[in-house]
């Protein structure tokens, strides 16, 4: 059995200081989302990318209706995964699925939440409860009142970017 060589990995200080943001593309998008307009999803994901100050190495998911993932894997590219699912909260339930918060913490400082759903407030919660630093970017009239009180900072998407009237 060949030994490991400790040094050659990063320390676990390291591996904290990366960044994992997990995004409800169709909230961002806002109500134009069903149409399935690529501009209108690249230009929410550019709002959220300036908003967050994503960085090329952070880690991404992204949750959407299937019938939307083409359009979003193409506007993500290969920075992240999409999670499907359908119905209602059934993006967002797909993205609190694959959430598992003990890993999230184990290898990431900071949680950027990319939605105003409640959904997410239990999420941030046990997060924050764990020691990573959780953050949302927003519409600010999509903003759940209660995920605003659980996350000491919030973000707005720039309408200029994003698009929206």
């Not at 929410?44 to 209706?65: F, N, W």
């Not at 019938?67 to 993006?91: E, K």
């Not at 949302?136 to 209660?146: C, I, T, Y």
């Amino acid at each position: 059995m060949a030994s490991v060589d400790e040094n050659s990995f990063p320390s676990r200080w390291d591996r904290r200081r990366r960044t994992l943001h997990i995004i409800d593309i169709e909230n961002l998008v806002g109500h134009d989302h069903a149409l399935g307009d690529r501009f209108a999803f690249e230009h929410a994901l550019a709002s959220y990318a300036a908003a967050s100050q994503m960085k090329a190495g952070d880690q991404v998911m992204v949750g959407c209706h299937p019938g939307l993932a083409f359009i979003a894997q193409n506007t993500l590219g290969s920075r992240g995964q999409i999670f499907t699912g359908q119905g209602t909260d059934g993006a967002d339930e797909a993205l609190l699925a694959a959430a598992d918060v003990a890993f999230i913490a184990r290898r990431y400082h900071l949680v950027s939440i990319g939605s105003g759903d409640h959904i997410f407030v239990e999420l941030a919660g046990e997060l924050l409860a764990r020691g990573v630093q959780v953050m949302v970017v927003a519409r600010p009239e999509r903003l759940s009142g209660q995920l605003r009180d659980t996350v000491a900072r919030v973000e707005f998407l720039d309408d200029q970017i994003s698009g929206a009237a």
